[in-house]
């Protein structure tokens, strides 16, 4: 069962988490090694002792298939430990906070405690934006977590043409007043319209009258 717990131990332990990072060449916080390791696992580990456990887990707790997923896409290494504690300590009515759990812990060691920032790490992973994801995490780990966010964030996108959520947001935001200018513009446009009719066509009329009396003279 050691083999089963060693994951869990790697995300849940400092000691050990900075052992494995050791073994793997001393390149704890880098996500671009990482990103490398995890294709390296995934070739040398074709065969996942759980598979059989897990089959069987899920059988009972579908939504366990959402959960491995999404903790797939963030680390393989991360949904290998999840699948392997869970199905250690039978805690499966607490399933879903045992996945918050890893999750918060393993993204935190790469990039830091401000929710915003891991908020738009979890953005770049999930886009497949590995690369930026690499910058933010260089970001990090030379500058530190108590960073001025919105400048990382900005040169982040900047540099990769990376939209994130509350840029989109504000793009939202502005196309939205935008086209409500356009709207009551053009409501105006009307109502002007409507109010200089009556008076665009008394003086049609009266010019009629004029040209009439003229000529009869």
Not at 42 to 69: C, G, H, M, T
Not at 85 to 114: D, I
Not at 129 to 140: E, P, Q, S, T, V
Request: aromatic share 10%; charged share 30%.
């Amino acid at each position: 069962m050691a083999e089963i717990n060693e994951g869990y131990n790697v995300l849940s332990d400092p000691v050990q988490r900075k052992a494995y990072d050791k073994t793997r060449g001393d390149k704890e916080g880098n996500f671009g090694d990482w990103v490398h390791e995890e294709e390296v696992d995934q070739a040398s580990n074709s065969s996942d002792p759980l598979e059989k456990n897990w089959a069987v887990a899920v059988r009972y707790y579908p939504d366990l298939f959402k959960i491995n997923n999404r903790l797939s896409k963030i680390s393989n290494m991360l949904a290998f430990s999840y699948r392997a504690a869970l199905l250690e300590r039978k805690v499966f009515e607490e399933r879903k906070e045992l996945a918050e759990k890893l999750e918060k812990s393993f993204l935190q060691s790469y990039f830091g405690n401000n929710q915003v920032i891991v908020d738009f790490a979890l953005q770049l992973i999930f886009s497949g934006n590995n690369a930026a994801a690499k910058a933010l995490n260089d970001a990090i780990r030379v500058l530190g977590s108590n960073i001025q966010v919105d400048r990382v964030i900005s040169k982040i996108c900047k540099d990769f043409n990376f939209e994130s959520q509350s840029m989109k947001g504000e793009r939202f935001k502005k196309e939205k007043i935008r086209e409500r200018t356009v709207a009551e513009r053009k409501v105006n446009e009307k109502a002007t319209a409507v109010r200089e009719w009556p008076w665009l066509v008394g003086a049609a009329a009266l010019s009629m009258v004029i040209v009439l009396i003229l000529n009869w003279l």
